[in-house]
DNA sequence: GAACTTAGTGAACGGTGTTTACCGAGTTGG
DNA sequence: CCAACTCGGTAAACACCGTTCACTAAGTTC
């Protein structure tokens, strides 16, 4: 079995070789640093060889996202499993401050996935499964804190029906990704007003996060993490849960 | 006087020309589509000419960012002054939605200025300015409307003590800009929890905005408005002011 | 009108993505 | 075992790119 696969597995190794050429690249000099004649240099072979393995760089670069994509998602799933029986808001916090350092630490990475205009990150919105998707393991650990929570969130009503159908769509999507987990959350907790507010937490997450990697927050923030604390403190308060 | 300039004249107008011709090729392919050759082509020029101009292609981008910063304040400004009786939460609405409406159809000018590792934003954060800054009509704005609150918002000691001195340096700056407009605010009235708030809204909208710009929201949203909109009535709503 | 400044040129260098024809080793079937 | 076939890799070529340099010609200044 070994010798059938002898060439398919060279093949897996240099696909490997290539994606971490690439990364290397991408981490040192930015995007544009992630050149197909580059990488072949660095793994001793011409650039024409690389289109045995990707149909062009634009095509590299969106394996390229994936693979940022999964390891972001195993640290973030590394960080939730060191603390398997904490409470749930403190798992937030968790996945939350994880998520910045992760950014922080990976610019380049974080810029190339969550701030294209061009890359098509296909881990992102529109399979609509909660699998494989950046911001997973933040959304389900979010909806398993306003899960937990008995009492019902405050502002459920205010949600404008404009909005019921998309935030109903993902309500499903939310329980079902809950529900793979062992997990069992009722529409009536997990309502539409919720939903939002855990959308609205990822836009705070996001906001906060794209603005310190890229140095965009109106004045020269000297030390940004006890504001994102902070934020992270009132976000998740606003959950519900009395913290 | 007219032929003493005669030169100047015709330098600073293909000067306009240039930027005119990258400004085009960035809106239409993106920022790795402005290329100086391609700029030069359809100007009738060669490339090296543009070295007369601009030091590289960087500088000339950089250039770039400080015209749509330019264009996008004024888009802002003139939004504002369409309604300059409207009261102040009403203000800050039209700016706020007028941010979007302008990232949305220039998404590209967007990420140039506000979601990129390598350029370096002269009109963004660093000079400690307000003026000549993106965020500038925004945050007046909001520094506007929470001096119009009589009451004192509610969450104004939760500030934790590490964030006081940036607080209180960027609170200077905002009572300086608002003075300049010819408003006058009090320490007391825009102290340290209100100048917070302000960043918060901040980094709520630029989340929101960048989210649907880039399509990163966790699923794909059939019409964003209402969610947008939703979000700045809390916003505001959250100002202090009962909108 | 001589001296000087300056916008623009053309050629060149080294780099890029991509296509094409070709080769040689690995695999497969008779 | 050998012919047929698959497939990873190569070299050459094309059309781009940013940038530098020597040079020209027109505008400006004295």
Known sequence: MT???R???????TERDIRRQ??????????DAVTLRAIARELGITAPALYRYYDSREDLLNHLCEDICRDLDAELSAALTELPDAPAPAQVFAVCREFRRWALAHPQEFALVFASTDTTVPCAAGGGRVDEQFGRVFLEVAAKLVASDPAPAP?????PA???D????YQQILIA???????RVDESVLHLGAIHHILQSWVRLYGHVALEVFGRF????SNPEPMFDLMLTQMIGEMGVTA
């Open 7 to 13: 060439r398919e597995k060279v093949r897996a190794e």
């Open 155 to 159: 502002h459920a009503a205010d949600v």
């Open 3 to 5: 010798e059938a696969t």
């Open 22 to 31: 690439a990364r290397a690249l991408l981490v040192a000099h930015g995007r």
């Open 218 to 221: 109106p004045f020269a923030v």
């Open 166 to 169: 998309d935030l109903r769509y």
């Open 162 to 164: 404009e909005l019921h």
């Open 177 to 183: 990704a809950v529900a793979d987990k062992g997990g």
